[in-house]
């Protein structure tokens, strides 16, 4: 079975910067595409980006091209790394791996930003 398990969350001042990590387990991870997704208070889970097995990338215009997604296959790890985080960037987020019909989640990181 497919887990994915993120870390990195935590409280962060406006302004500042963030890296996410996502372990995955139960797959061969270095073919899949791997993504990215947030939900804040209130809203609506968003797109933050995807990365393919290639390391080709992809961001949802929201991002405001302040985030950037990496992955280190030898790992089985994928990152999210944040920069000049605002107020709005609080929510939970998880990340994903797509294998053409199936979608699997983790259990999400919560990121506040203060501020």
């Known amino acids: 079975q497919v887990r994915l398990v993120e870390s990195g969350g935590g409280l962060v001042q406006a302004g500042g910067s963030r890296k996410l990590s996502c372990v995955a387990s139960g797959s061969i991870f270095s073919i899949f595409t791997m993504g990215w997704y947030r939900q804040a208070p209130g809203k609506q889970r968003e797109l933050v980006g995807t990365?393919?097995?290639?390391?080709?990338?992809n961001y949802a215009d929201s991002m405001e091209g302040r985030f950037t997604i990496s992955r280190d296959n030898a790992k089985n790890t994928v990152y999210l790394q944040m920069n000049r985080l605002k107020p709005e960037d609080t929510a939970v987020y998880y990340c994903?791996?797509?294998?053409?019909?199936?979608?699997?989640w983790g259990q999400g990181t919560q990121v506040t930003v203060s501020s």
């Open positions: 990365i393919t097995s290639g390391g080709r990338t």
């Open positions: 994903t791996q797509r294998d053409g019909f199936d979608t699997y």
